[in-house]
Structures are given as C-alpha cells and as structure tokens.
C-alpha cells in the first residue's frame, strides 16, 4: 500500500518547483517524467528515523523506507472541466490519487506573471474548486441517470438514492465539495462508485516567500480561513527553500533548517500530515536480510497487516510475533525482548499499532 498525492494549482504558483525539489529530496528518490501531456510522478522515501535506529540494532545493511509517490498535475485553468487546458486529460490525473496538495501562491514577485494578473489566494482556490466541482457535477449526472431507471418501477431505495443525490447536486450549486457534504457512512455508499474529486482529503500548501516561512503574511491568513471553514489541512512551506535543501548533501540539511528557524522541511510535514489525513501508519519488519517500513490503515488488524507484504500472508495467516518498538531500543535486541516476557504472540483480532515490529507466521 502506498500513498499518491496529486499536486495541483495553476499556473505560476510554484507547483513544478514544489514537485522538483520533493521528489529530489528524499533519500532514494526517482523520477519518472513523461511527455507534457501526461503527469510528472516522483517517487519518495517516507522519513522515519526508526528506520536507522532498527537497522543499528538488528545488524543490517539494508533498509527499505515506506514511499510515497507525488502526481504533478499540470493544466488545471479556468475551464479544465471542459477540456480547456488539457483539462480533461488532467482531471483524470487526480481520480487515481488518494489526496491532494493543493498549492496557493502566496508571494509577491513581478518576475513571475500571475495567471490572473495578481495575487489572491481565495479567488485561485475557488478557480481550481469550482473546476472540481463541474467534473464531479458530469459524473453526478451520469449517477442520475442510472438511478431514474429504478425510479420508473417505483423502486423505494431508488427514490431515497435520488433525494440523496439531489441534495449533493444542490450542495455543489453552491460551490461547496463533497468532502462537506453531511452524510452517513450508509448514504456515502450510495455514491461511492462515483469517486468525486471533490471527496479526497485535501491539503492546502501556502507557498510564501523566504523571508515570510516563520510569521506567514496576509494570504496565508486567507488560505487558513478558507481551510479551517472546510476543515481542511494547511501548512506553509517555501518552494524556494525547498529547492535549495535539496541541493544540499543529507547530513547538512538539519543544520540549514536550523538554522532558518525550522525543525522539519515541507516534505517532512506534508508526508506527515498526508498519513494523518488518510488513516495511515506504519508497521515494521526487521531482521538480517533487511529492515522495512510497511503502510497500512489505523485500525487494520494483523492478518490485514500481513496481507500488505504478501496476500498469501493474509490467506494463510496462524499468527503474529509482535514488539513494541520503543521495548527493542530500550533492550537493545529482539533475544532481551523475548526474555523479558515482551514478545507477544498475537491472533487474527490483534489491532496492529503504529511501530509494532512485526514478524508473521502463516500456511502457504
């Protein structure tokens, strides 16, 4: 399981070099660039110092993090849900992605022409929303469409179906996502073969000059205002910044974002809240051959968990050796672990944690 996030805003905003400099920043990153026509995609270490800490411990030389892959979707313009730009094309690009970072311009230079001929964070945002919702507006449509059938035979699930769906075209009339649209676990099913851009979890990037990364400035305010009124996530970041710690070797960069005033880059805080923002957390396995770095959901249970590094781990599961991270670096070894009466065997119900090292026995 991994985590794709898709990177959108208009043009000038500071999307390509955001993408740029992430996908260059992580430790083992790559890039896989396409024609223009087609997205960009980087793929990139999560950053877990546990990683490093485990591999001390176990004796490795290998250590494979978790990744996340970034989507630089380019084109998004006024009129994109009509194929201005490419638009349709792009569009598409953010269906496959489990969430979006959104970046706002939020800086003043005259050297890089706004789109729009000025800064205003809440009119970009509401370009990019609005073409959102138009595409999610064609799809409800079609959903509509399907529904009316039932509703010929006087099917009652039918009606409720449509009553529901013509609140959430109502919802979108006033230019409100579906991420807010008030609905039950039981009502989102309804709609869930829809998969409404305007539904996945979004993260606002406020792109801010250098000079303003600590105090913000009065576009970040806007974009906050807007985030919080959607309860949405935001972080400011400069791309700028950005840019030059990735040129930089990795056992400099900490010293450089200290000494700006930082204690993580906007890769580590948009890797970070991005797990928060859908569920995620990470489990491990670790031995002589490797230590790893597993994605799963909160909440997901062992046989789940196993399910990740094999499906025939889940198929087959018998158990699970579970130690708690925090009780390996303390011991210092798994064999302390396990005289300490702290190795537990766990079944089928056993809810994973985050940091849970973990080794599975199963049947093929």
């Not at 396995?285 to 790893?292: D, L, N, S």
Request: with cysteine; hydrophobic share 40%.
């Amino acid at each position: 399981m991994g985590l794709r996030i898709g990177i959108v805003g208009l043009p000038n905003v500071g999307k390509s070099t955001l993408f740029n400099a992430i996908t260059s920043a992580g430790a083992q990153a790559a890039n896989f660039p396409f024609c223009t026509i087609e997205p960009n995609v980087g793929v990139v270490d999560v950053p877990d110092e546990r990683l490093w800490v485990l591999k001390e411990i176990v004796g490795t030389d290998k250590v494979i993090p978790a990744a996340v892959e970034f989507v630089d979707i380019a084109g998004l313009v006024k009129g994109a849900s009509k194929g201005e730009g490419l638009g349709n094309q792009f569009l598409s690009n953010i269906r496959e992605c489990d969430a979006i970072l959104h970046v706002v311009r939020c800086f003043d230079d005259d050297n890089v022409i706004h789109v729009d001929g000025s800064v205003n964070p809440k009119r970009d945002i509401e370009v990019i929303e609005t073409e959102l919702i138009f595409k999610d507006l064609d799809t409800l449509e079609k959903k509509l469409q399907r529904t009316a059938r039932g509703l010929k035979s006087g099917d009652k699930k039918a009606k409720e179906d449509t009553d529901l769906l013509m609140a959430l075209n109502d919802h979108f009339g006033q230019g409100k996502p579906v991420r807010t649209f008030p609905a039950t676990p039981e009502q989102k099913e309804v709609f869930a073969d829809c998969f409404f851009l305007t539904d996945k979890p979004v993260l606002y990037v406020a792109n801010v000059a250098e000079k303003d990364i600590l105090t913000g400035n009065n576009y970040v305010k806007q974009v906050k205002e807007i985030a919080d009124a959607e309860g949405a996530r935001i972080v400011t970041i400069s791309a700028a910044i950005e840019a030059e710690i990735a040129e930089l070797p990795m056992e400099e960069r900490k010293d450089f974002l200290a000494g700006l005033g930082l204690d993580k880059s906007g890769l580590d805080q948009i890797i970070t809240i991005g797990f928060d923002m859908l569920g995620l957390m990470t489990y491990f396995t670790a031995g002589k051959i490797e230590v790893r770095a597993w994605t799963i959901h909160k909440g997901d249970k062992a046989p789940q968990a196993a399910g990740v590094i094999h499906t025939d781990f889940e198929k087959g599961f018998i158990r699970a050796e579970v130690q708690k991270y925090d009780d390996i670096v303390r011991l210092k070894s798994e064999a302390a672990v396990k005289e300490a009466g702290l190795l537990k065997v766990e079944g089928k119900d056993y809810v994973v944690q985050d940091g849970d090292v973990m080794h599975f026995r199963f049947n093929v």
